[in-house]
DNA sequence: TAGTTCTGGAACTAAATGGTTCTATAATGT
DNA sequence: ACATTATAGAACCATTTAGTTCCAGAACTA
């Protein structure tokens, strides 16, 4: 029954850069937290608190598999937003917007 | 040139509800601090507040019009996402997590 | 049994957030 | 010139957040 998570919580956990590198990371599967830290320039602890937020947030779950817990990621709140986008890519789905996105594409090589 | 917007700031604005009826609303046009304000118990003040949120996540531009400001919703930090989310896309676009999106919209019929 | 490894709880801190009220300013209507 | 309307700035407050450090417990390893 997966408690109904909010837009609000999945918006909230990747507003935060460490948390969406922690997602990317777990693309390339299953991680429990010390590999999860090992990149970043954070406590293990401070890991720890963002696969949490993730947690709460229903795009990752855990499975305690000895002391290594393991973290995998969650789709679902993913699909949600991409549904919640779905208004939204009405308007920049028309022709006119079509052209401005070339124009921008071109414009923003950097990043 | 648009200073940029980082992905940080737009799911950070996206993760406030009223923001997101704010930017709902706007569908359906421009409008001004004030019309916005009207379908909340908050105050005018704190709906302005809001619109400076979007409007520094650069989903929101704003043209003063005599005294009244309008609103008008930005679709590129929303493409940002959507395109943010094609590396996750891939994963439930599988034949196989298809058929579990089938099953939990059947369960999740509620909400 | 004793030591090591992995993780979460508790307590703390600094900074950001969402809200308020009150005031100032700028443009419009009379 | 004056009142009205629409908005932003400033100051303030309570809550949340992201981080730290230190400690405790659970599970392997020897």
Redesign the pocket.
């Known amino acids: 029954m997966a408690t109904q998570i909010s837009l609000d919580d999945t918006f909230?956990a990747l507003?935060?850069p460490?948390?969406r590198a922690i997602l990317a990371r777990l693309l390339d599967g299953e991680a429990?937290?010390?590999?999860?830290?090992q990149p970043f320039?954070?406590?293990?602890?401070?890991?720890?608190?963002?696969?949490?937020?993730l947690?709460q947030a229903g795009l990752v779950t855990?499975s305690?598999?000895?002391?290594?817990?393991?973290?995998r990621i969650e789709l679902k709140p993913l699909r949600d937003i991409d549904r919640w986008l779905d208004d939204y890519r009405k308007l920049w789905e028309d022709r006119f917007d079509r052209m401005e996105d070339l124009l921008r594409r071109g414009a923003d090589k950097k990043e």
């Not at 320039?41 to 937020?53: P, Q, W």
């Not at 305690?64 to 973290?71: C, N, V």
């Open positions: 909230a507003a935060d460490t948390r429990s937290v010390a590999e999860l830290a320039a954070l406590t293990v602890r401070a890991i720890s608190k963002h696969v949490g937020v947690e855990r305690r598999a000895a002391q290594k817990h393991l973290s």
